[in-house]
């Protein structure tokens, strides 16, 4: 019943194959299955978190340039507004100086017209003193005819001042 | 008594007498592989089956619990102690249910598991701390106890050995006895007892000890 014998060297041997056997179609592909699993479990997390991470980097990017972009567009706004209202007094006042030196200069030309036209007038006056001198003088007709001139005076007299005063 | 002893099946040219023992052996780890083999064919990463499943976390758990005993340094040692553990719950309980003789019921095999449990107790002393600490390792803590502690090298596996083989034995012996005076009924909560519960518990109670003893070795 108890007795050893060369069972015992070949349950040595059979242990040693059968653990041979057992980690190469049991125990090493059970691992590499848990290894495996284990690992995408690990790598999903780690994409998740990347993933999430770059997220919310790429949140804090554009919140910073929308801010910068708001800043910017005040600051446009500011710029343009103190263009135009520099642009506008400059153009007020330009208007302002052109429109005075017309009007002086306008002024000078009826000035001088004026006085043109005085000077035409007192020749005119005189011509025509002279013309109607001369007529009384050279012909001695009756009242009709004397009153015919005078009249005729007056209309001339009166047409030139009319024409003074259109020009 | 014919049960009790171990009697020669056939003869091989070159090896011998094979005894039963050696036999049962042989099936066990015939249907251990074919098994392994059938089970492990369709591993997948992603959405296992059920049969998967429980291969995966009986595995797991055998890993789990030896790594705890182990720790990190042992994880080289974990695949022997797996098979062992399926040899001999293989051994304890479905021989026996199948209407062998259980091998571990034969000193010649559990001398066999405890040699080789010794070899690797101190083989993972010797790898962990080397040779030097493993010569001193016998002094400590005092010189006087140097006897006790060589001896040691031997007590430890005898004493896996002869658990294994005395509890074995005597399930079996009581379960034969029993059947031979109350054949009907009653020997089958007994064999559960005998050949389920304490098979496990054996299988488990010796890689659990070889485990610790390779830890206290590591130290």
């Given at each position: 019943m108890i007795s050893i014998n060369m069972s015992l060297v070949y349950t040595i041997i059979n242990l040693v194959v059968l653990y041979l056997l057992l980690r190469h179609f049991l125990i090493k592909p059970v691992t590499q299955i848990m290894e495996k699993r284990r690992k995408l479990i690990e790598d999903g997390l780690k994409n998740a978190e990347n993933t999430q991470n770059e997220a919310l980097q790429l949140k804090q990017e554009y919140e910073n340039a929308l801010s910068g972009a708001k800043e910017e567009s005040i600051q446009i706004i500011e710029k343009a507004r103190t263009t135009a209202k520099a642009e506008y007094d400059r153009i007020v006042g330009e208007a302002g100086n052109q429109a005075g030196s017309i009007i002086e200069s306008a002024k000078e030309t009826v000035r001088i017209e004026r006085e043109k036209t005085m000077q035409e007038m007192q020749a005119e006056i005189a011509g025509l003193a002279v013309a109607s001198a001369a007529k009384l003088i050279g012909r001695n007709t009756d009242d009709q005819e004397n009153q015919d001139l005078y009249d005729q005076f007056l209309k001339e007299a009166g047409e030139s001042h009319e024409d003074a005063d259109n020009d | 008594m014919e049960e009790l002893s171990c009697e020669t099946v056939f003869t091989l040219p070159v090896l011998g007498d094979i005894s039963e023992s050696v036999a049962v052996t042989w099936i066990i780890m015939a249907v251990l592989v074919i098994l392994s083999i059938i089970l492990v064919?369709?591993?997948?990463?992603?959405?296992?089956?059920k049969v998967q499943l429980a291969l995966e976390a009986a595995i797991g758990w055998a890993q789990d619990f030896l790594e705890g005993i182990l720790?990190?340094?042992?994880?080289?040692?974990i695949p022997y102690l797996i098979t062992v553990l399926l040899y001999l719950a293989a051994a304890n309980t479905l021989a026996p249910l199948f209407g062998f003789k259980p091998p571990t019921k034969d000193l010649n095999v559990t001398a066999a598991l405890a040699i080789m449990s010794m070899c690797l107790i101190e083989y993972s002393g010797i790898r962990k701390n080397g040779v030097g600490h493993w010569l001193r390792?016998?002094?400590?803590?005092?010189?006087?106890v140097t006897p006790i502690m060589v001896l040691e090298i031997v007590i430890r596996p005898l004493s896996l050995c002869m658990r294994l083989f005395g509890n074995m034995l005597a399930g079996f012996v009581v379960l034969e006895l029993l059947k031979f005076f109350v054949p009907l009924i009653i020997p089958i909560p007994v064999s559960f007892y005998f050949d389920i519960f304490d098979g496990l518990l054996q299988a488990y109670v010796f890689v659990f000890l070889t485990s610790l003893f390779m830890t206290e070795e590591m130290e």
């Amino acid at each position: 019943m108890i007795s050893i014998n060369m069972s015992l060297v070949y349950t040595i041997i059979n242990l040693v194959v059968l653990y041979l056997l057992l980690r190469h179609f049991l125990i090493k592909p059970v691992t590499q299955i848990m290894e495996k699993r284990r690992k995408l479990i690990e790598d999903g997390l780690k994409n998740a978190e990347n993933t999430q991470n770059e997220a919310l980097q790429l949140k804090q990017e554009y919140e910073n340039a929308l801010s910068g972009a708001k800043e910017e567009s005040i600051q446009i706004i500011e710029k343009a507004r103190t263009t135009a209202k520099a642009e506008y007094d400059r153009i007020v006042g330009e208007a302002g100086n052109q429109a005075g030196s017309i009007i002086e200069s306008a002024k000078e030309t009826v000035r001088i017209e004026r006085e043109k036209t005085m000077q035409e007038m007192q020749a005119e006056i005189a011509g025509l003193a002279v013309a109607s001198a001369a007529k009384l003088i050279g012909r001695n007709t009756d009242d009709q005819e004397n009153q015919d001139l005078y009249d005729q005076f007056l209309k001339e007299a009166g047409e030139s001042h009319e024409d003074a005063d259109n020009d | 008594m014919e049960e009790l002893s171990c009697e020669t099946v056939f003869t091989l040219p070159v090896l011998g007498d094979i005894s039963e023992s050696v036999a049962v052996t042989w099936i066990i780890m015939a249907v251990l592989v074919i098994l392994s083999i059938i089970l492990v064919r369709n591993l997948r990463v992603e959405n296992p089956g059920k049969v998967q499943l429980a291969l995966e976390a009986a595995i797991g758990w055998a890993q789990d619990f030896l790594e705890g005993i182990l720790g990190k340094e042992g994880r080289r040692y974990i695949p022997y102690l797996i098979t062992v553990l399926l040899y001999l719950a293989a051994a304890n309980t479905l021989a026996p249910l199948f209407g062998f003789k259980p091998p571990t019921k034969d000193l010649n095999v559990t001398a066999a598991l405890a040699i080789m449990s010794m070899c690797l107790i101190e083989y993972s002393g010797i790898r962990k701390n080397g040779v030097g600490h493993w010569l001193r390792h016998f002094t400590k803590p005092v010189p006087l106890v140097t006897p006790i502690m060589v001896l040691e090298i031997v007590i430890r596996p005898l004493s896996l050995c002869m658990r294994l083989f005395g509890n074995m034995l005597a399930g079996f012996v009581v379960l034969e006895l029993l059947k031979f005076f109350v054949p009907l009924i009653i020997p089958i909560p007994v064999s559960f007892y005998f050949d389920i519960f304490d098979g496990l518990l054996q299988a488990y109670v010796f890689v659990f000890l070889t485990s610790l003893f390779m830890t206290e070795e590591m130290e």
